[in-house]
């Protein structure tokens, strides 16, 4: 059953929302996104739960009629609990909110909570459609695997797309292409890595042809053996430190070493950091301190970045399957065109409003 509730906070932050079971169709009954009559009586509708902590009174028409420039319309998805504010902006070459509403909205006491906001944009460059996205900070990245997957899906929905489906995204990393399969996965074609020190960009002088692989690098006391990959987005990934047999990663205090790793002065743009344990040459275990984000359930760039390190260290093979802490991904870096592809999981949560 549906639940459609007003609340009011110091931040301003006043949402109207449904939940939806996550393998549910978001618009199948109607374009909830769009502030029209059928919008409207798909939420007058829903009112029906009874609980102490839902209101069963209607939302406020003012509220409803309010115009576009007052009222976010969003759908909330996740990509293996990596989790998204996703705008349709697909009417406007400008940003609906500012990076400052940005951080409101995906705060988790006081906002809707996310790891970040994605706006669906015009294509540009040839591109069908242009991703952009805010971090939860208020950062804006070039690019990011697990959103671009709910991207994927949040168009499926939008255009009402049935079946296998691709398409092209221009993001601040270049084209990205991914595929929705007839099992909902969705498919990306990632692009080539980028291995070029200053190119990723990190100071730390390279090791292996141009490339910074199992490169020591000092933080919090200890020298740690980096490899560095761009995946449009800097990624610094470590097996362990020059003193260990190898991680367990459970054990890593993200919180405390994290920012050490992603404010470290040698990454000049920040970096984003993946942490390794090895299951197999097949099966990898990571978990994440994401740049802009912190520590998050999935990463999909960190995953492919982590595979890419993982073979120019010799630990692994071109395909493997990737544990993160909400679930796993599937990774193969191909030799005959040097692309990544990352397959995975990307589900809508619920949708509603909010007033700015």
């Given at each position: 059953?549906?639940a459609?509730?007003?609340?009011?906070?110091?931040?301003?932050?006043?949402?109207?929302?449904?939940?939806?079971?996550?393998?549910?169709?978001?618009?199948?009954?109607?374009?909830?996104?769009a502030p029209?009559?059928?919008?409207?009586?798909?939420?007058?509708?829903?009112?029906?739960?009874?609980?102490?902590m839902?209101?069963?009174?209607?939302?406020?028409?003012?509220?409803?009629?309010?115009?576009?420039?007052?009222?976010?319309?969003?759908?909330k998805?996740?990509?293996?609990?990596?989790?998204?504010?996703?705008?349709?902006?697909?009417?406007?070459?400008?940003?609906?909110?500012?990076?400052?509403?940005?951080?409101?909205?995906?705060?988790?006491?006081?906002?809707?909570?996310?790891?970040?906001?994605?706006?669906?944009?015009?294509?540009?460059?040839?591109?069908?459609?242009?991703?952009?996205?805010?971090?939860?900070?208020?950062?804006?990245?070039?690019?990011?695997?697990n959103?671009?997957?709910?991207?994927?899906?949040?168009?499926?929905?939008?255009?009402?797309?049935?079946?296998?489906?691709?398409?092209?995204?221009?993001?601040?990393?270049?084209?990205i292409?991914?595929?929705?399969?007839?099992?909902?996965?969705?498919?990306?074609?990632?692009?080539?890595?980028?291995?070029?020190?200053?190119?990723?960009?990190?100071?730390?002088?390279?090791?292996?042809?141009?490339?910074?692989?199992?490169?020591?690098?000092?933080?919090?006391?200890?020298?740690?053996?980096?490899?560095?990959?761009?995946?449009?987005?800097?990624?610094?990934?470590?097996?362990?430190?020059?003193?260990?047999?190898?991680?367990?990663?459970d054990?890593?205090?993200?919180?405390?070493?994290?920012?050490?790793?992603?404010?470290?002065?040698?990454?000049?743009?920040?970096?984003?950091?993946?942490?390794?344990?090895?299951?197999?040459?097949?099966?990898?275990?990571?978990?994440?301190?994401?740049?802009?984000?912190?520590?998050?359930?999935?990463?999909?760039?960190?995953?492919?970045?982590?595979?890419?390190?993982?073979?120019?260290?010799?630990?692994?093979?071109?395909?493997?399957?990737?544990?993160?802490?909400?679930?796993?991904?599937?990774?193969?870096?191909?030799?005959?065109?040097?692309?990544?592809?990352?397959?995975?999981?990307?589900?809508?949560?619920?949708?509603?409003?909010?007033?700015?």
């Amino acid at each position: 059953m549906a639940a459609t509730y007003s609340t009011s906070a110091p931040s301003r932050l006043t949402a109207s929302t449904t939940r939806l079971p996550l393998k549910s169709s978001l618009f199948r009954a109607s374009h909830a996104l769009a502030p029209n009559p059928r919008f409207r009586s798909l939420v007058l509708a829903s009112t029906s739960v009874q609980s102490p902590m839902v209101s069963t009174s209607p939302p406020s028409l003012s509220f409803l009629d309010r115009k576009a420039s007052d009222v976010l319309h969003f759908v909330k998805y996740h990509g293996l609990g990596n989790d998204f504010i996703m705008v349709d902006n697909r009417d406007s070459i400008e940003l609906r909110i500012t990076p400052e509403q940005a951080v409101k909205l995906c705060d988790r006491n006081f906002g809707i909570g996310g790891d970040g906001v994605i706006f669906v944009m015009p294509g540009t460059n040839g591109a069908d459609y242009t991703m952009r996205i805010f971090n939860s900070d208020g950062s804006e990245p070039e690019m990011c695997g697990n959103g671009v997957r709910c991207f994927a899906r949040f168009i499926a929905e939008l255009e009402n797309l049935q079946g296998n489906h691709s398409f092209t995204i221009h993001t601040g990393a270049g084209l990205i292409v991914p595929e929705i399969q007839e099992d909902g996965q969705v498919k990306v074609d990632m692009g080539q890595p980028i291995l070029s020190g200053p190119d990723i960009p990190t100071k730390i002088p390279a090791t292996q042809n141009n490339a910074v692989v199992k490169a020591g690098l000092e933080v919090d006391g200890l020298t740690w053996n980096v490899t560095c990959v761009s995946m449009g987005n800097p990624h610094c990934i470590t097996f362990g430190t020059t003193n260990s047999q190898g991680l367990e990663v459970d054990k890593i205090n993200l919180a405390e070493v994290g920012p050490k790793f992603e404010h470290h002065e040698v990454f000049p743009a920040r970096t984003n950091t993946e942490f390794v344990q090895i299951l197999s040459r097949s099966h990898l275990k990571m978990r994440v301190w994401e740049r802009g984000a912190g520590a998050t359930l999935a990463c999909g760039t960190g995953a492919c970045a982590t595979v890419v390190a993982a073979v120019l260290e010799g630990h692994a093979e071109r395909r493997c399957t990737v544990d993160l802490p909400g679930g796993p991904l599937e990774i193969e870096w191909r030799e005959e065109d040097n692309h990544i592809y990352m397959t995975g999981p990307a589900q809508s949560v619920f949708y509603g409003s909010v007033l700015l």
